[in-house]
């Protein structure tokens, strides 16, 4: 069975930062391409950020760029979202998406928050 297990969310202040995992399980981690997205309420769900199987290629919404990193460990089977600098307009849930084959599948999502 497929499992993606985000965790790391919460609330912090605007310019903090926050580090989120996401524990894949269930098919064969290594050959898959990760991606974040978030849904804040009240609009569609945005790709954050992206990483080839390998780790050599990663991808970024322009809004996020230079402030968020996104990383893998394939012997941990978890990929990673660094989230510096973190702006009130990054709040909203935040789902780890995995695509490997012709196959996709998806986390519960971890609330992010960012206020003072």
């Known amino acids: 069975q497929v499992q993606l297990v985000e965790s790391g969310g919460g609330l912090v202040q605007p310019g903090g930062s926050l580090r989120l995992s996401c524990a894949a399980s269930?098919?064969?981690?290594?050959?898959?391409?990760m991606y974040w997205f978030r849904q804040a309420p009240g609009k569609e769900r945005e790709l954050v950020a992206g990483?080839?199987?390998?780790?050599?290629?990663?991808n970024y919404a322009d809004s996020v760029k230079g402030r968020f990193t996104i990383s893998r460990d394939n012997a941990k089977n978890t990929v990673y979202l660094q989230m510096n600098s973190l702006k009130p307009e990054d709040t909203a849930v935040y789902y780890c998406?995995?695509?490997?084959?012709?196959?996709?599948?998806w986390g519960q999502g971890t609330q992010v928050t960012v206020s003072s």
């Open positions: 990483i080839s199987s390998d780790g050599i290629n990663t």
């Open positions: 998406n995995a695509v490997y084959y012709s196959a996709s599948s």
């Open positions: 269930g098919f064969t981690f290594r050959i898959a391409r």
